[in-house]
């Protein structure tokens, strides 16, 4: 993803990419003009949590337009929302 211009909207719903890859594409994302992205049932369940660390970092470093933010389907638990919840309050 070298070239991500100004990409808005990214949608893997429904790809195994498990956590491994959920970190991989997090990290390569242009986070700076990205206002959706859509990440549901990506993580193979409870056992393969998605990196919430990264994202949560990600998202509250710099500037960040998003808007939206789909992880349904990935097996998250009270915690993982209570720390992704707790550094936008």
């Known amino acids: 993803m070298a070239s991500t211009g100004n990409m808005r909207s990214v949608c893997l719903s429904h790809n195994t990419l498990c ?3 959920f970190e991989l594409v997090l990290k390569t994302l242009p986070m700076h003009c990205l ?4 990440l549901s ?5 409870p056992s393969d949590q998605p990196a ?3 994202l ?7 500037d960040c ?8 389907g990935n097996g998250l638990t009270d915690h993982n929302v209570l720390l992704l919840a707790s550094d936008f309050s």
Not at 41 to 45: I, K, M, P, S, T
Not at 56 to 62: H, V
Not at 65 to 72: F, M, V
Request: proline share 3%; net charge positive; aromatic share 0%.
């Open 19 to 21: 956590s491994t890859g």
């Open 35 to 38: 206002t959706h992205l859509q």
């Open 41 to 45: 049932a990506v993580c193979r369940g």
């Open 52 to 54: 919430m660390e990264i």
């Open 56 to 62: 949560t970092k990600l998202l509250t470093q710099g």
């Open 65 to 72: 337009p998003l808007t939206h933010l789909n992880l349904a």
